[in-house]
């Protein structure tokens, strides 16, 4: 029997919103997948420094909040179990580890394609997966087989929708007391709400 096809799409998730879904159930559609997995980092190592990031337990609970009732799609906490510093190699290596005969998509916007030379093991990561690129707004798209960098990785480029929406403004809309409505679930909104999370956030 084939192993099961197994989409990845790691993220900070602060806060999820509606591009995120929107990439992971259209990348799902397109190449079949059996589910995929929006695994939450525990410690984003790109962002440290840069900005206070949200608890990871709050960021997981905006993302199975907002998978509920989507079929194929589920939260991940294996980076948050782990702990420390999340690396996407280590994560591949469990999700090896747990079914081998998986095969693994990891997922990616355009905007983190260039910045995949510096990812932390590569060639790990490259032997582990096919990297499925999808189009984000504000980022010209290269097909992943024009790109040098993706020589010898196994690469597809599924389009999306175009949705022009990041965490980064959300955060900001939210400390602004501007809605998220139809950016985010509601269900995630429900979340953000009984935490308090975003309040006076830039
Ligand atoms: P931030 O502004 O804090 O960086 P973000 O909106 O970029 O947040 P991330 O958690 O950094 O969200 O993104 C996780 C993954 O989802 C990345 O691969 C990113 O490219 C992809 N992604 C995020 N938003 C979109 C979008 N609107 N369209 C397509 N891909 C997206
Ligand atoms: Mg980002």
């Known amino acids: 029997m084939a192993g099961e096809r197994l989409g990845i799409l790691g993220g900070t998730f602060d806060p999820v919103h509606v591009g995120h879904l929107a990439a992971a159930v259209n990348v799902r559609f397109e190449l ?15 962002k440290i420094g840069t900005r206070p990031v949200s608890a ?47 095969e693994l998509f990891l997922v990616i916007g355009a905007d983190v394609a260039p910045a995949l030379s510096t990812w932390v093991r590569l060639d790990e990561v490259r032997r582990a997966v096919t990297l499925v690129v999808v189009n984000r707004p504000g980022t010209e798209v ?51 709400k009984e935490r308090e999370l975003y309040r006076g956030a830039r």
Do not use: K
Request: hydrophobic share 45%.
């Open 142 to 192: 290269v097909e992943p087989s024009e790109r040098a960098l993706l020589a010898g990785w196994r690469t597809c480029f599924v389009e999306i929708p175009a949705l022009e929406i990041s965490s980064t403004d959300l955060r900001e809309r939210a400390a602004a007391g501007r809605p998220l409505d139809f950016l985010v679930p509601p269900s995630t909104i429900r979340v953000i």
């Open 32 to 46: 079949e997948l059996d589910r995929v997995l929006l695994v939450v980092a525990n410690q984003p190592w790109q």
């Open 56 to 102: 990871a337990a709050d960021r997981l609970a905006l993302v199975e909040a907002a998978v509920e009732g989507c079929e194929g799609l589920e939260a991940s906490s294996m980076e948050i179990d782990r702990g420390g510093i999340s690396y996407t190699a280590d994560t591949l290596a469990e999700l090896q580890a747990a079914d081998e005969s998986a």
